[in-house]
T-cell receptor, first 112, second 113 residues
Framework: DQQVKQNSPSLSVQEGRISILNCDYTNSMFDYFLWYKKYPAEGPTFLISISSIKDKNEDGRFTVFLNKSAKHLSLHIVPSQPGDSAVYFCAASARAGTALIFGKGTTLSVSS | DGGITQSPKYLFRKEGQNVTLSCEQNLNHDAMYWYRQDPGQGLRLIYYSQIVNDFQKGDIAEGYSVSREKKESFPLTVTSAQKNPTAFYLC????????????FGPGTRLTVT
């Protein structure tokens, strides 16, 4: 059973608008959440993260929101740029130095 | 220039042969990991190591083996027992005791025919 779910396989957004990528999780033991960006045939690149003791973390155009009661997190990208087009993976962990549990990813396409 | 290197980028093997994928890091990270990605899927953990000469199985360790003789190196062997070895393999590392963030190498695409 999937512990981390990204229910939207794809998302299309116009340049300059907001992109919202969603992620749900089932395991209450997760205490840290991360977003990675990935291009085809390359390794994922760490984007932004959030601890379970926070509900928001912001880094430039990227903001991650965490709703623990709903077991839901989202990544907001504002404004979206064509270079943001990639696959975005949500990941979660219950302890540093152990496995990251990944969702299946959402492919973001930003058109100019 | 610090980072994680994986070689080769593309690897082709005949069914029934063992193959070893290389992963080296010069970030002085304690922990290293191997993940596998299949089309349309997220990354799944094969093995991880938090310290030299010690490693733990991940969710899909069957048909794989690893070693950790040096802090900077964590090679993965795909054995003939692995039923579906064709995949994109990713190595990662992290500073074990202080960080959840894992940093990934460029990956190796293995094709077995």
């Amino acid at each position: 059973d999937q512990q981390v779910k990204q229910n939207s396989p794809s998302l299309s957004v116009q340049e300059g608008r907001i992109s919202i990528l969603n992620c749900d999780y089932t395991n209450s033991m997760f205490d840290y959440f991360l977003w990675y960006k990935k291009y085809p045939a390359e390794g994922p690149t760490f984007l932004i993260s959030i601890s379970s003791i926070k509900d928001k973390n912001e880094d430039g155009r990227f903001t991650v929101f965490l709703n623990k009661s709903a077991k839901h997190l989202s990544l907001h990208i504002v404004p979206s740029q064509p270079g943001d087009s990639a696959v975005y993976f949500c990941a979660a962990s219950a302890r540093a130095g152990t496995a990251l549990i990944f969702g299946k990813g959402t492919t973001l396409s930003v058109s100019s | 220039d610090g980072g994680i290197t994986q070689s080769p980028k593309y690897l082709f093997r005949k069914e029934g042969q063992n193959v070893t994928l290389s992963c080296e890091q010069n970030l002085n990270h304690d922990a290293m990991y191997w993940y596998r990605q299949d089309p349309g899927q997220g990354l799944r953990l094969i093995y991880y190591s938090q310290i030299v000469n010690d490693f733990q199985k991940g969710d899909i360790a069957e048909g794989y083996s690893v070693s950790r003789e040096k802090k900077e190196s964590f090679p993965l062997t795909v054995t003939s027992a692995q039923k579906n070895p064709t995949a994109f393999y990713l190595c990662a590392s992290s500073p074990w005791d202080s960080s959840y963030e894992q940093y990934f190498g460029p990956g190796t695409r293995l094709t077995v025919t």
